[in-house]
């Protein structure tokens, strides 16, 4: 098998001459396909071990019961299921995400939950709600690469703030945003995944979070935290959300897409109450309502199902993988390599060698039937060459290992070209490139 | 019962200090909710006949049939039904969107049609591709209460073109292009609702597309084509939607949730391949993808049940209740009023006498248990002061010549009020006010 990029089809800028270019919008041009699009593609072929993607394993949803619950809901409740909503959301549900919201210590009202497409429309919307081209959001770097392409998307100018295996790291951010103010820049708010970080893998220590929320409320900087992975811990205490300390400063994004599955497409926003009204208002012209449909089968599951007990089955699997795919680096990894060690979560970042680019391997790897996402597509402006994202969510422990081995069989061969050609040309970074399909 | 609007609660704006006030994008001050909004949480008292809303009557849906389908996808698809999607939407049901759109004589290839949250979540994604703040977007006058809400989200300026009983005048529309375009504005597209349009019930004639085709194409104007109602017509010949004309110029906007069930929340976009290519990546940052599941439910229904009879039996229903309405009207309404005769859609737009304000009226209608849309609603800037919408989609015929009967007995008495002392103060219009949640 031979992959060659850029034979990449179909490529929606360039290849083609567009009637409407003039007629666009100043932020469509940062609405632009990642150029590892094309690759993934390929990457999705069964012989392909893929630790791209970011996709749940749900092979072990109770798929009979589930099926009852939706077919119950017609039946029952159709009448109201099947008809518009509230562009809130359903108030049974906003209750029960306030109780799947207290197992992590955050005390909320329904009133204040938004339900959502995902928590990535919730983040379109805030976004939406705060961001004037030009303004700055700070994100931890690397980061989510589609929260990326939402503020890019803004026309914001993101900038990164450092993280170590504690997390961000706050004197950075205090730095940063100290400079920003004597220049006088519009700094809208600090996005953060604190727990189990996309794609970093590491999780924001408990004497840092009072730390980080004490500089943006002295800043006056809102929160923007993003936690989907909070509930799959495989080790460890539990760290409580920023949300948990601060109501007032923090935004607060949650979803179900992790925990029982994507498939539903429901999301919220926990938002201080002037913040929440905003986002209501953005709901509607955004889509009118989410689907009542899908919020009461969610609501039943909740109300019926052990759901509690779901997630614990969830996190074996997990914690499984992830032993997988830590034992199989510290096994195999050539010198001069370093990775992540999550507690929870479904990534491992990891650091190649000097002069190592991690995109202009990848062609390579998928050659050899395996495929990770590039470090690059976590920062915006440049960053990540020497990185890569790696995910032991989906494939089984067999996978991961085998992935593993043609992993840093590509690695060492990339090792010894360095060594005696001198390395290969590094990537200059990219700026606001889409996610590939597979990649939330 | 008394209904003072001003005691309205809650009120995002104003009643409450809002922290945050200083931090919201320039777009937020578009995002306002409506004045009348407190008064359709009365109005949907079950005492009050709403001729306000534009809920579907989805009573005749065959529940059972959908309960089991819903259940097969889940049990026999689950686990790629309720995983993560693609962005552009499923395969299987593009093909089918295209099978729909062929009723209406639109020629389209699956790889155009982009799956979406209702056809709102098109129309936002349209405008946020192509609008930039300042730029010109072109609707009827009166149109879509949500539609303008959308395009003031992305700080358009919204231009109205005149109506009347044959839809939008092409040389309304010719004029005011030439004149926008001697001053050198940015104008993005016409968007329209030609066939039953929201609010004013009139269709677009067979005559005026080509006019209005012509003019757009001369002018470089992109058109988006809104046609959620198309395929429920009451009587007459169908007219072909502006897309089956012309395929490089215009954007389609279509819809299940008059057809099948708005709590599925599935719309699509029809888009030349550029502009498709462009909607991929904001559907992207926007929410992901859509859900799976969702669209195989539909895909069923589609596939394995009787759709089009369906359809028929929903005309039925809505012919019945349009005749109610319009017979109602003939023989009640007082002189000096006017209305429009739907052939199809929803709705019936009603011009008041001379000093007869529609919204100052709604209170004491509300308080004598009927609820209407002021058509200043419809309006951006201005417009519609004497106008309402009647909508009898939802109300059964009974409730409909009760409403018209309590409707008409409010608006004597306004009538007798004008005669006496010189009329009611007149409103100033709206600008971008949102929709109550029961008017899409």
Excluded at 17 to 38: L, N
Excluded at 243 to 270: D, M, Q
């Amino acid at each position: 098998m031979s992959v060659d990029p850029r034979e990449s089809q179909p490529n929606p800028q360039g290849s083609r001459i567009d009637p409407y270019v003039d007629a666009y919008a100043a932020r469509a041009a940062g609405m632009v396909a990642s150029e590892v699009r094309a690759l993934f593609a390929v990457a999705s072929r069964p012989e392909v071990v893929s630790l791209a993607g970011g996709m749940p394993n749900i092979s072990a949803l109770p798929l009979d019961a589930l099926g009852e619950l939706a077919q119950q809901v017609v039946v029952e409740q159709g009448r109201t299921a099947l008809q518009y909503g509230s562009a809130q959301g359903d108030p049974v549900l906003r209750q029960q995400i306030c109780e799947v919201m207290a197992l992590e210590e955050i005390d909320a009202s329904p009133d204040d939950v938004i339900v959502t497409v995902g928590s990535q429309q919730a983040l379109d919307l805030v976004t939406k709600v705060f961001v004037d081209p030009g303004d700055v959001v700070l994100t931890e770097g690397p980061t989510y690469v589609t929260a990326i392409n939402t503020f890019a998307a803004y026309q914001a100018h993101i900038e990164h703030i450092p993280m170590d295996d504690d997390g961000v790291i706050p004197e950075a951010l205090e730095e940063r945003l100290a400079a920003l103010t004597r220049q006088g820049k519009r700094v809208k708010f600090f996005y953060t995944v604190p727990t189990f970080n996309n794609p970093a893998g590491v999780t924001l220590a408990p004497e840092r979070r009072h730390r980080v929320l004490e500089i943006c409320e002295r800043f006056n900087l809102l929160v923007v935290e993003d936690n989907p992975y909070g509930l799959l811990r495989y080790e460890g205490d539990p760290v409580r959300p920023l949300r948990a300390e601060s109501e007032r400063n923090v935004i607060y994004l949650g979803s179900f897409s992790k925990t029982l599955s994507p498939g539903f497409r429901i999301g919220w926003a926990l938002a201080p109450a002037a913040v929440r009204d905003k986002l209501i208002l953005a709901v509607e012209s955004a889509m009118l309502s989410h689907s009542n449909f899908n919020q009461a089968i969610v609501g039943r599951y909740l109300a019926t199902q052990p759901w509690p007990e779901q997630i614990k089955e969830f996190n074996e699997m997990y914690r499984a993988r992830r032993d997988a795919m830590l034992s199989s680096l510290d096994a195999l990894m050539p010198p001069e390599c370093s990775w992540t060690r999550p507690s929870g979560g479904f990534f491992v970042w990891a650091t190649l060698p000097e002069g190592i680019n991690s995109k202009a391997m990848l062609p390579r790897a998928v050659n050899e039937r395996v495929a990770y996402v590039p470090g690059t597509g976590f920062y915006y402006g440049g960053g990540g060459e020497r990185n890569m994202r790696l995910s032991f969510c989906y494939p089984t422990p067999e996978q991961i290992r085998e992935g593993v081995r043609r992993l840093v069989s590509v690695l060492e061969s990339e090792i010894e070209l360095r060594d005696t050609f001198g390395g290969v040309p590094s990537s200059t970074g990219r700026g606001g490139e889409a996610p590939a399909p597979d990649l939330p």
